[in-house]
């Protein structure tokens, strides 16, 4: 069982809609949990950061935390072209320094 | 404020060679990761430093080596290098070494021939 689990897509979406990433991870004592974006060709961009369950909301993003389920997710509200690109669930065990497990990664389409 | 910076962008280098990577994290931030980014494993740590000590070590063999300066910079060498070590080499920073955020660079791109 990989560490860090996420669906690959690619998943595609209409303009205007919710998309859902959704991860999965093993360590049940992990700490820190992080959403990246990364576009083709480009280094990851931190999205989201969440430590505790239930939800955090930035702007069009929303993290949900699940800690019992072992379960982060990633939603994005009025989804636009512009956030087509690989997302990326990074996270961080319990006494582990600055080592982030990282998932696959989920491919996300936005069609205009 | 600047970014994490890593030079250079790009490297060719043959089989046999050593190379050595540089990274300058964001002003004020201490601790410094070093990934590999490949198509096939994705994103896999390698090590990270946090005051000039190595504080954790991902499963890599002895060929890949770091170290970090007083001034927070950080280098990652690869010696005897093999075809299978090309890949995106990524360097993030955070403030501190336990459950922060981390900000990448722009990454070297490693080719070997």
């Given at each position: 069982q990989k560490e860090v689990e996420q669906n690959s897509g690619p998943l595609s979406v209409p303009e205007g809609a919710i998309a859902s990433l959704n991860c999965t991870y093993s360590d049940r004592v992990s700490q820190s949990f992080f959403w990246y974006r990364q576009y083709s060709g480009k280094s990851p961009e931190l999205i989201m950061s969440i430590y505790s369950n239930g939800d955090k909301e930035d702007g069009r993003f929303t993290a949900q935390l699940n800690k019992a389920s072992q379960y982060v997710s990633l939603l994005i509200r009025d989804?636009?072209?512009?956030?087509s690109a690989t997302y990326l669930c990074a996270v961080n065990g319990d006494n582990q320094g600055g080592k982030l497990i990282f998932g696959q990664g989920t491919e996300l389409s936005v069609k205009p | 404020k600047a970014g994490v910076t890593q030079t250079p962008r790009y490297l060719i280098k043959t089989r046999g060679q050593q190379v050595t990577l540089s990274c300058s994290p964001i002003s004020g931030h201490r601790s410094v990761s070093w990934y590999q980014q490949t198509p096939g494993q994705g994103l896999q740590f390698l090590f990270e430093y946090f005051s000039e000590t190595q504080r954790n070590k991902g499963n890599f063999p002895g060929r890949f080596s770091g170290r970090q300066f007083s001034n927070s910079r950080s280098e990652m060498n690869v010696s005897t290098l093999e075809l299978g070590d090309s890949a995106l080499y990524l360097c993030a920073s955070s403030p501190s070494h336990q459950n922060q955020p981390q900000h990448f660079g722009d990454g070297t791109r490693l080719s070997i021939l």
């Open positions: 989804s636009q072209p512009s956030d | -």
